[in-house]
């Protein structure tokens, strides 16, 4: 009964660095996305995958890439970490690409704690 | 600029007494909807609200979506230290309802002491 699988959970990264956070869910899910959550703001849509094979930018996209590997996983990639992007970041998925359908449920990961010195 | 505001920030009661959670914005929104999120861990969906005036209830947790689909309001009843958690609303303009580009606010801590 996984769900959604973000790895890693936690990590630390020299600024410059570069580093993948991995996703996978194991619900058939169509759409997957990645959000940021930060102190007093909420959760941020960095980027989002309607299907397998398309991705789209949301509110927050500088400084990240993304890749729908396949239905199942949704990579983040940082190429060269800044520590405002210092965060806890979350992957979730969906059956539908609209949020707003009644009964269209998001599910998201655990988070992964990324720091950036 | 949130364009969902969350009040209050931070609310702290004992065990047994009510609350309530506001959700408000200057926007029309086509659905909302209300999670939950407990320390370590990803938020959890507890409701979706479609209709304007709609009132849903979850055992102790009653929503209700404002006439106008500009705002939310989440009240719980004789809360348990169970009900602790971030409580975030979320929900994408009226104009653009099947958006993926859901805006969440910033979120409600609530603290439920024994």
């Known amino acids: 009964n996984a769900g959604v699988t973000q790895t890693p959970k936690f990590q630390v990264l020299k600024t410059g660095q570069s580093m993948t956070l991995q996703c996978a869910q194991d619900?058939?899910?169509?759409?997957m996305y990645w959000y940021r959550q930060d102190p007093g703001m909420g959760l941020r849509l960095i980027y989002y995958?309607?299907?397998?094979?398309?991705?789209d930018k949301g509110e927050v996209p500088n400084g990240y890439n993304v890749s729908r590997l396949n239905k199942r996983e949704f990579s983040l990639r940082l190429e060269s970490a800044a520590p405002s992007q210092t965060s806890v970041y979350f992957c979730?998925?969906?059956?539908?690409?609209?949020?707003?359908?009644?009964?269209?449920?998001?599910?998201f990961g655990e988070g992964s704690w990324l720091t950036v010195v | 600029t949130q364009l969902l505001e969350q009040s209050p920030q931070f609310l702290s009661i004992q065990e047994g007494e009510n609350l309530t959670v506001y959700c408000n914005s200057s926007?029309?929104?086509?659905?909302l909807q209300w999670y939950r999120q407990e320390p370590g861990e990803g938020p959890v969906l507890l409701v979706t609200?479609?209709?304007?005036?709609e009132v849903k209830k979850l055992k102790r947790l009653t929503f209700q979506f404002g006439d106008a689909r500009k705002d939310s309001s989440l009240h719980i009843t004789a809360a348990q230290p169970g009900d602790t958690g971030l409580y975030l609303c979320?929900?994408?303009?009226?104009?653009?309802?099947?958006?993926?580009?859901?805006?969440f606010g910033a979120g409600t801590t609530v603290t439920v002491r024994a």
């Open positions: 979730a998925s969906s059956v539908l690409r609209g949020h707003t359908s009644s009964g269209n449920t998001i599910y």
């Open positions: 619900m058939n899910h169509n759409s």
């Open positions: 995958s309607a299907s397998e094979g398309t991705t």
């Open positions: 926007s029309v929104f086509s659905s």
């Open positions: 609200v479609v209709t304007g005036g």
């Open positions: 979320a929900g994408a303009p009226a104009r653009r309802p099947n958006d993926y580009k859901l805006s």
